[in-house]
């Protein structure tokens, strides 16, 4: 495959992967309606690790990791899913969604800035003014929303947190797409999520956690949410995610992740009824018009 033909299936990829994302919010949602947080992400990465363990050991895809440096492989999958979803989640219960979507979105600047110092990649100055018309986007449509609850200190430590564990998993990824395969680097991620969030499962419920867990299992409106997320949300979209890090320059990559609340907002008054405002019109412009100038600007100053 040439190089243009690498570029158009990496913009592809990273465009599908923010829209499975998008969805999760949803999914999740529901599935916290009938079970608890530490229940769901043990499901959801148990059922991701199997699923790629089982493509692995029938040969549907290769995993080689002999004689190359397994142990770099440790921080991305520290930096993505754990720390990332422990400060999301928490920040996100100690401040409000409003606040928390903002301050998410500003990742791609973040990793835009990071990607000139650690990894040398230029980003020309009218990247960055587009990136932050899509963060404005963002701003525009979280602070539409009802915010609810206070902004306590620890939450914006946390959503901090989140933000420079997000953007260094990009940094980590890209840096290791020469050595680490998209399915490789994914499979380590979601390996590191089932231990992690499991022995946390155990840890929070007790003795408890193996009935829920089998009584979430039983149930459809838990099952059914689970699975997309375990699918498609981690399987499916962070191996295209990885696959287009490869490609792809940071900025470029990151600034699809503000697809997101596009995304969720749309599903929200679709499917559950939810209400929408000539605000949000203006924020999903401002998304989309900051996406498409990153990557179709050429890279100049």
Not at 22 to 45: K, W
Not at 83 to 97: A, D, H, M, P, V
Not at 166 to 193: K, W
Not at 226 to 253: E, G, M, P, Q
């Amino acid at each position: 495959m040439g190089k243009e033909k690498h570029l158009r299936a990496a913009v592809i990829a990273a465009l599908i992967s923010n829209l499975i994302f998008g969805l999760s919010f949803m999914s999740s949602r529901i599935a916290l309606e009938h079970t608890s947080p530490s229940v769901m992400l043990a499901m959801r990465f148990g059922i991701s690790m199997t699923v790629m363990l089982l493509l692995a050991l029938t040969g549907i895809v290769k995993l080689n990791f002999r004689g190359k440096n397994v142990r770099s492989l440790l921080l991305l999958g520290l930096l993505q899913p754990i720390i990332y979803f422990i400060g999301e989640s928490n920040g996100i219960r100690l401040t409000n969604s409003s606040f928390a979507g903002i301050m998410i979105s500003l990742i791609p600047v973040v990793t835009a800035a990071g990607a000139g110092l650690f990894l040398h990649e230029k980003t020309p100055k009218k990247t960055y003014i587009w990136i932050l018309c899509s963060v404005a986007g963002v701003a525009v449509i979280s602070m539409s929303q009802a915010g609810g609850g206070t902004v306590q200190p620890a939450g914006i430590l946390l959503l901090v947190l989140a933000v420079i564990a997000g953007a260094g998993f990009t940094l980590c990824s890209r840096s290791m797409a020469d050595e680490f395969t998209p399915y490789e680097r994914t499979f380590v991620m979601m390996a590191m999520g089932f231990v992690f969030f499991t022995l946390s499962g155990i840890v929070l419920e007790g003795r408890d956690f193996a009935p829920l867990l089998m009584k979430a299992a039983a149930d459809r409106y838990v099952l059914f949410p689970v699975l997309y997320l375990s699918l498609a949300s981690s399987v499916l979209a962070f191996v295209l995610l990885n696959y287009s890090i490869t490609y792809l320059d940071a900025a470029k990559v990151t600034v699809f992740s503000n697809i997101i609340p596009v995304v969720s907002l749309v599903a929200g008054v679709l499917v559950l009824g939810e209400p929408f405002s000539a605000a949000y019109l203006i924020g999903v412009a401002l998304i989309l018009l900051g996406v498409y100038k990153v990557n179709t600007e050429k890279d100049r100053e």
